[in-house]
């Protein structure tokens, strides 16, 4: 493919990158059975944040966030190295934002600003992804598992479930 093929199909870098942020997602993050309707809805997206918070099987959070602070933080950026990790956001973004409308077409979710409530996601699974790449007690997982529970809740009615252990074994 030439230069300038690409630039027709792609006319700025930015379209470029978000290309292929797309095929690199589409290709490597599992995203189960997200158009069954047999899960609940609320399960569903759960199902989906925790693939995000681990893609694979031997996914390591620490070695993910080294990389990530090494490429991204350590050194000045570039407008490429800036543009390529809000490509990365901006898919994440996407991917929430496209599973959210289709429960909300499903009557699943209530109407909303699907946008901003996959922007909130996507800080709830940065700010775990990070602590999961930190030292922690053994209870970590299960406190995970809340505080997506909570911002899950948050998203579907605009109130949470906090303070309700029922789903704790200490």
Same mark, same amino acid.
């Given at each position: 493919?030439?230069?300038?093929?690409?630039?027709?199909?792609?006319?700025?870098? #930015?379209?470029? !990158?978000?290309?292929?942020?797309?095929?690199? &997602?589409?290709?490597?993050?599992?995203?189960?059975?997200?158009?069954?309707?047999?899960?609940?809805? #609320?399960?569903?997206?759960?199902? &989906?944040?925790?693939? %995000?918070?681990?893609?694979?099987?031997?996914?390591?959070?620490?070695?993910?966030?080294?990389?990530?602070?090494? #490429? &991204?933080?350590?050194?000045?950026?570039? *407008?490429?190295?800036?543009?390529? &990790?809000?490509?990365?956001?901006?898919? !994440?973004?996407?991917?929430i934002e496209h599973l959210?409308?289709?429960?909300?077409?499903?009557?699943?979710?209530?109407?909303?600003?699907?946008? #901003?409530?996959?922007?909130?996601?996507?800080?709830?699974?940065?700010? !775990?992804? %990070?602590?999961?790449?930190?030292?922690?007690? *053994?209870?970590?997982?299960?406190d995970d598992a809340e505080?997506?529970? !909570?911002?899950?809740?948050?998203?579907?009615?605009?109130?949470?479930?906090?303070?309700?252990?029922?789903?704790?074994?200490?």
């Open positions: 493919m030439s230069v300038g093929s690409l630039r027709h199909h792609f006319p700025t870098q #930015r379209e470029l !990158i978000n290309a292929v942020m797309k095929l690199v &997602y589409d290709f490597s993050l599992r995203t189960g059975d997200l158009d069954g309707t047999a899960a609940p809805a #609320r399960d569903r997206v759960m199902a &989906y944040l925790h693939t %995000i918070l681990a893609p694979t099987d031997n996914f390591d959070a620490a070695e993910a966030w080294r990389q990530t602070f090494t #490429r &991204y933080v350590e050194t000045p950026l570039s *407008p490429e190295t800036r543009e390529e &990790y809000l490509a990365v956001e901006r898919e !994440i973004a996407r991917r959210l409308t289709r429960l909300e077409d499903e009557g699943a979710l209530p109407p909303g600003d699907n946008l #901003r409530r996959a922007t909130f996601l996507v800080t709830v699974v940065t700010g !775990i992804s %990070i602590a999961q790449a930190l030292p922690s007690e *053994p209870t970590r997982p299960l505080t997506l529970r !909570i911002a899950v809740d948050w998203v579907f009615d605009g109130t949470t479930t906090a303070g309700n252990t029922s789903a704790r074994t200490e």
